[in-house]
T-cell receptor, first 114, second 115 residues
Framework: DAKTTQPTSMDCAEGRAANLPCNHSTISGNEYVYWYRQIHSQGPQYIIHGLKNNETNEMASLIITEDRKSSTLILPHATLRDTAVYYCIVRGLNMDTGRRALTFGSGTRLQVQP | DTGVSQDPRHKITKRGQNVTFRCDPISEHNRLYWYRQTLGQGPEFLTYFQNEAQLEKSRLLSDRFSAERPKGSFSTLEIQRTEQGDSAMYLC?????????????FGNGTRLTVT
């Protein structure tokens, strides 16, 4: 799997946009970028994923650079409930099994401040 | 869509005992995954089923661990002769087979404490 690099922690004011960066400079052409978040004592929650085009859903927007070496997850109006660990994952292909692995790193701890 | 259900939510056991966890995936999701998460770390992959077939096992899955999905629906993860190092959150996830990039949907896990 392509390795991802994320800041360890970030703060954001409630009501403001939270922009979470992720570097994935070794991503290959057919690998998707996924974002999950995990609130304390819960399982990871799927947010969004994309290949090369920008994506938007009811939770967030995903901006992927043209060279695909980095991406940004945008929470447009952060609330206190968005405080969580956010994982950026590049989903690679296990050549032995054909399974596309989801390998988590350490993520970014986002603290939304009132 | 009732989500992925895991039972129990918490389990405390003494070292050396056997424990079994259950996962009920989202209906009609034929792919099922088990992950383990220790404090402060991201989830680590353990094993993967497509229908009833266990297609992949991580090297993290020692001989004391066994997972089954007998009818291609719910799955169980058993740990024999538990050790203190087995203390962790055990997460189950499922996905449909719509293509290789269908997102995984996780349950809220079973937290195991081995004393």
């Amino acid at each position: 799997d392509a390795k991802t690099t994320q800041p360890t922690s970030m703060d954001c004011a409630e009501g403001r946009a939270a922009n979470l960066p992720c570097n994935h400079s070794t991503i290959s052409g057919n690998e998707y970028v996924y974002w999950y978040r995990q609130i304390h004592s819960q399982g990871p929650q799927y947010i969004i994923h994309g290949l090369k085009n920008n994506e938007t859903n009811e939770m967030a927007s995903l901006i992927i650079t043209e060279d695909r070496k980095s991406s940004t997850l945008i929470l447009p109006h952060a609330t206190l409930r968005d405080t969580a660990v956010y994982y950026c994952i590049v989903r690679g292909l296990n050549m032995d099994t054909g399974r596309r692995a989801l390998t988590f790193g350490s993520g970014t701890r986002l603290q939304v401040q009132p | 869509d009732t989500g992925v259900s895991q039972d129990p939510r918490h389990k405390i056991t003494k070292r050396g005992q056997n424990v079994t966890f259950r996962c009920d995936p989202i209906s009609e999701h034929n792919r099922l995954y088990w992950y383990r998460q220790t404090l402060g770390q991201g989830p680590e992959f353990l094993t993967y089923f497509q229908n009833e077939a266990q297609l992949e096992k991580s090297r993290l899955l020692s001989d004391r661990f066994s997972a089954e999905r007998p009818k291609g629906s719910f799955s169980t993860l058993e740990i024999q002769r538990t050790e203190q190092g087995d203390s962790a959150m055990y997460l189950c996830a499922s996905s449909p087979y719509i293509g290789d990039n269908s997102p995984l949907h996780f349950g809220n896990g079973t937290r195991l404490t081995v004393t």
